[in-house]
């Protein structure tokens, strides 16, 4: 007896209120469709959305009334419905967010039937971002392995998850709407093997490889650092070839000052030996004399010419 209850309970629940029909998954900016069985003539159709089953579009088969009101609910469904002549389908064109929820088929006829089906919108997946991760740069691994960040933003019902070919490296998933999701790799810098980053929901996917040679390039820091030891050999460099140059020439002008001083003196005694040689003779012709005096103002006479 209770069990015919159950069954009778059942049955009238199944008729009047329906079960879900589809569940349909569905990528914002997309358009989706829902079909049913095709009716018979003279049935009368309506769909409705929402807890409050708000009316949006009704059919009249065999008066060929096709009707939509898509500025109920403050124009949500605004040019965006369309209806199948043929079939009664109802097609939600550029669908947004809003617009996911439970939409209701009611088919009047010789009998009722109610179906529902249940849309969930899912945000346009991002592209992953990679970037070099320089914050882990210090580390005593740094000079042999690169490290790397793929990033998403504004994602929700999403798993992020680094590839080595087919394999998965490692992952992570959020349910919630989600600020920024990030997954850390590292590789080496000669690794030859192929890597990409995966974003995906259970609708879609987005991938980014990863070019180990493009992006483990120098850190803005380490670029700093060697740009201070470039600068610093510069300087170095700079100053050792001043430094040269100024001793070359105060060398060279030691040089030449001793010449000279070599020179000068050379002359001195030149001119000495030949003052202590000079002597002035006079020839007397009274006397038929020659007188030979040694004279200093002569010497000095024969230094300044010589």
């Not at 009368?44 to 089953?53: C, D, F, P, R, S």
């Not at 550029?94 to 849309?119: C, D, P, Q, V």
């Not at 803005?220 to 060697?226: I, R, S």
């Not at 202590?276 to 020839?283: A, D, N, R, W, Y």
Request: aromatic share 10%; glycine share 4%; net charge negative.
């Amino acid at each position: 007896m209770l069990f015919h209850v159950f069954a009778l309970f059942c049955l009238c629940w199944k008729t009047l209120f329906g079960v879900f029909s589809e569940i349909v998954s569905v990528t914002e900016g997309d358009s989706v469709t829902l079909n049913f069985n095709a009716v018979h003539e003279g049935d009368h159709i309506l769909w409705k959305y929402g807890a409050e089953n708000t009316l949006i579009a009704k059919i009249n088969i065999k008066q060929q009334d096709f009707f939509t009101f898509d500025d109920v609910l403050d124009g949500r469904f605004r040019n965006r419905l369309k209806l199948d002549h043929q079939t009664g389908s109802l097609t939600i064109t550029n669908i947004r967010s809003e617009h996911a929820g439970i939409y209701e088929l009611e088919i009047i006829g010789s009998k009722l039937t109610i179906e529902k089906f249940s849309i969930s919108v899912y945000a346009r997946l991002p592209v992953p971002v990679t970037i070099r991760d320089c914050s882990s740069s210090s580390s005593s691994l740094s000079q042999y392995n690169c490290s790397v960040l793929c990033s998403v933003v504004n994602v929700s019902a999403v798993s992020l998850s680094w590839y080595k070919g087919n394999s998965v490296l490692s992952s992570i998933s959020v349910s919630d709407l989600s600020i920024s999701l990030s997954l850390p790799l590292e590789v080496e810098y000669q690794d030859e093997n192929t890597y990409s980053c995966v974003i995906n929901n259970t609708i879609s996917n987005q991938t980014t490889h990863l070019d180990i040679n493009t992006l483990c390039q120098l850190c803005p820091d380490e670029d700093l650092h060697w740009f201070y030891i470039v600068w610093m050999c510069a300087v170095v460099g700079s100053l050792m070839i001043l430094v040269s140059a100024v001793m070359c020439c105060i060398s060279k002008k030691r040089r030449k000052t001793v010449y000279n001083q070599e020179e000068d003196q050379s002359d001195s005694t030149s001119c000495k030996q030949k003052s202590q040689k000079t002597h002035v003779c006079l020839f007397l012709s009274s006397s038929s004399t020659l007188l030979c005096v040694h004279h200093p103002s002569i010497i000095v006479q024969c230094c300044v010419q010589w």
